[in-house]
């Protein structure tokens, strides 16, 4: 062929020189056009000069084309395999690699002709070589597909995460091959890494709320819960997950449940008020939203979340029960009572206000006092709504003005301004007809001023004491003789220090008398007798009495009588007869002719009976005129027996 001729006359040549073989392939034009391979061999005969060659011309067109043949279908599979993203190597039974890839040979570190022919002992050391070996044996044992995810180091150092594919093959000559691919996948493991922790930080945030959450799929099923829901429910991730909305207590529950479910899916979000067993089977009140979301497979789910409100319900009902007490206790109060917020408006009113008012509840609530009331009635009363808003103090009034029937009344209003914890300031107010109690008061000063009247007109001292001895009634008479005022007087005006002294002298003085007054519930004269200044004595006679009114309430009555003459004739007329009488006694004993010493006994007996506070005696002197000599002795009306004593005087 045109193409090899300068080659292969070289090659002779050279042979010729060197009088050496030849063994060369041509290319040779056939007559009849075609290109043949052809196969020269040749060996010198041995002689002088140039050598002479004998030699044979083989036809291996059809060897030649079959090894061009291989060679393009070797180049094509390896353009193929150079073309994957993945490392390929082809290892024989030996385990040494005769087919190698551009990823591969990028992966060790080494040309293609290099790596021809080693082992992974060569390639990646001893420590991987251990568990490429086991794989390669178990996948030739086996010659099924084994898939793996394993760290492997690169040419650099770099530790990787591959997916490793490898099986044994087998040909049709029995010759036995591994082959095994492996895809990089350290981006995909690292972006799972993160996707995991991010999910994981996602399940740790969302068991940290307090909130029971849960995320359900299409099919009911859950996917999602949080470490609240769990607790609510009584169950374990485990066995929840993948199930379908078993919680239901029964088919209609499931059925409200799915229609709840099939609203959401449809873009409709749920916010209602419902019932969810807790786990000591105990009904819990939550507020449960449902919103639809996207899954991270692209389908559509519900993402849910509860709200525990069981302690808010039963609060509401415990503030219902106490507002219903609050209703009871006003609604029993006899008077009208109310409550204004600062705009005047009725917020709460008995029973008895709506009464009086000529009005429902319901129509005073939210209005003000024009919807009852006469114009100057609403003025008063917004004005005293405002002063005790302003003062946040209780005030009270008393007011004249016409009542709802016309009639001229006193009314007295007491109202009193709060301010609540969020800032929010009310009325109180309870409004009371004190007309008949103002007029009774009137009559009963006027009863009391007329008691006093005709106390003042008794001549003698007169007071009244309760069962603490107190003085509550006094008259002139007294107030001039003892200087006793009641103690109602010190009261009403500044208090007296010396009349208080001259009452509790006085108070002291007759408790012992008072109480027995007091136990014996009979009158009861007391005689007292009273030094004035200057010297001066009077008698007086004290009647006393205990009066129990119908309340049960026990007072003294006390009156005294001015006795000082009457006791100055009795004293005189006393003295006269006592005098008569020891006179009568002394003549008596003389006449009888007695001794000395029996009219001396006689004497002195009498005047012991006359004047039973002293004590009398007589006796005479000895002759010696140093011994007394006691006839008798009597003291306060007891005679003693008569004998004689002697009391030895001295000088």
């Known amino acids: 062929h045109p193409d090899d ?24 034009r056939h007559p009849d056009g075609r290109i043949l391979w052809l196969n020269v061999k040749a060996a010198p005969i041995p002689g002088e000069g140039n050598p002479a060659y004998v030699g044979t011309v083989e ?20 353009a193929i395999l150079d073309a994957l993203p993945v490392h390929v190597f082809v290892k024989d039974e030996k385990r040494r690699f005769v087919l190698v890839n551009d990823m591969a040979c990028r992966y060790t570190g080494l040309p293609r002709e290099q790596l021809i022919g080693r082992t992974d002992r060569e390639a990646f050391g001893v420590e991987a070589d251990a568990v490429f070996e086991r794989q390669d044996w178990e996948a030739l ?8 995810e394993e760290r492997s180091r690169n040419h650099l150092g770099e530790v990787r995460w591959i997916l490793k594919h490898k099986k044994g093959i087998k040909l049709s000559d029995g010759v036995r091959y591994i082959v095994a691919s492996s895809v990089d996948i350290t981006e995909r493991r690292l972006a799972e890494d993160r996707l995991q922790t991010e999910r994981q930080f996602m399940s740790d945030l969302i068991d940290t709320l307090p909130n029971p959450i849960f995320v359900k799929d299409d099919a009911h099923r859950w996917h999602t819960v949080n470490k609240a829901f769990l607790e609510l429910v009584g169950r374990t991730r485990e066995a929840l997950l993948g199930t379908d909305d078993a919680l239901c207590r029964d088919d209609a529950d499931r059925q409200r449940r799915r229609e709840e479910d099939v609203a959401c899916l449809s873009g409709e979000a749920i ?39 069981s302690r808010l319900k039963q609060q509401e009902e415990e503030a219902a029960r106490s507002r219903e007490f609050l209703r009871e206790i006003i609604d029993s109060v006899p008077q009208p009572m109310f409550v204004k917020d600062p705009q005047h408006r009725f917020v709460i009113v008995n029973r008895q206000f709506a009464q009086n008012a000529n009005r429902t509840a319901e129509e005073l609530l939210g209005r003000s006092d024009d919807v009852f009331a006469p114009p100057e009635w609403v003025r008063v009363a917004h004005d005293t709504d405002s002063a005790a808003i302003a003062a946040m103090d209780t005030l009270e009034w008393e007011i004249d003005m016409r009542g709802f029937d016309g009639s001229g009344r006193i009314m007295q209003r007491v109202k009193r301004g709060v301010r609540l914890s969020d800032g929010s300031a009310y009325v109180i107010g309870m409004l009371r007809d004190v007309t008949l109690a103002r007029r009774s008061a009137i009559e009963a000063e006027r009863s009391r001023n007329f008691l006093q009247a005709i106390v003042d007109a008794i001549p003698n001292p007169l007071l009244v004491k309760d069962r603490a001895h107190r003085f509550v009634l006094t008259n002139n008479a007294m107030r001039d003789v003892y200087g006793i005022e009641s103690e109602a007087a010190d009261a009403a005006g500044v208090p007296d220090e010396a009349a208080a002294q001259v ?32 010297g001066a004595v009077s008698h007086w006679y004290d009647t006393k009495r205990s009066v129990r009114l119908p309340d049960g309430s026990e007072f003294l009555v006390s ?8 006791q100055e004739v009795q004293e005189a007329l006393s003295r006269n007869e006592a005098r008569l009488r020891t006179v009568n006694a002394v003549a008596g004993a003389m006449a009888r002719g007695a001794s000395v010493d029996e009219v001396m006994r006689a004497t002195v ?40 004593d002697v009391l030895e005087v001295g000088t």
Not at 7 to 21: G, M
Not at 141 to 148: D, F, H, K, M, N
């Open 605 to 644: 007996e009498q005047m012991s009976r006359t004047f039973p506070f002293g004590r009398a005696s007589f006796g005479w002197f000895a002759s010696d005129e140093r011994t007394l000599r006691i006839a008798c002795s009597a003291s306060l009306g007891a005679l003693p027996a008569y004998g004689r």
């Open 559 to 566: 009156v005294l009588t001015d006795v000082t003459q009457l």
């Open 59 to 78: 036809d291996i067109t059809q060897r030649r084309t079959d090894l061009l043949t291989q060679e393009r279908n070797r180049q094509f599979v390896n």
């Open 141 to 148: 044992r086996t010659g099924e597909l084994a898939r793996t």
């Open 5 to 28: 001729a300068g080659a292969a006359l070289e090659s002779w040549e050279q042979a010729r020189r060197a009088r050496d073989r030849v063994d060369t392939e041509l290319r040779y």
């Open 271 to 309: 916010l209602i008020e419902d019932v969810e067993p807790g786990p000591d089977g105990q009904p819990r009140w939550m507020i449960k939203s449902k919103s639809p979301v996207r899954l991270p497979d692209g389908r559509r789910g519900i993402v849910g979340a509860l709200t525990d409100v």
């Open 503 to 534: 009452r509790n002298q006085f108070r002291e003085a007759s408790r012992e008398e008072d109480e027995a007054v007091f136990a014996s519930e009979v009158s009861r004269v007391f005689q007292k007798r009273r030094i004035h200044p200057g």
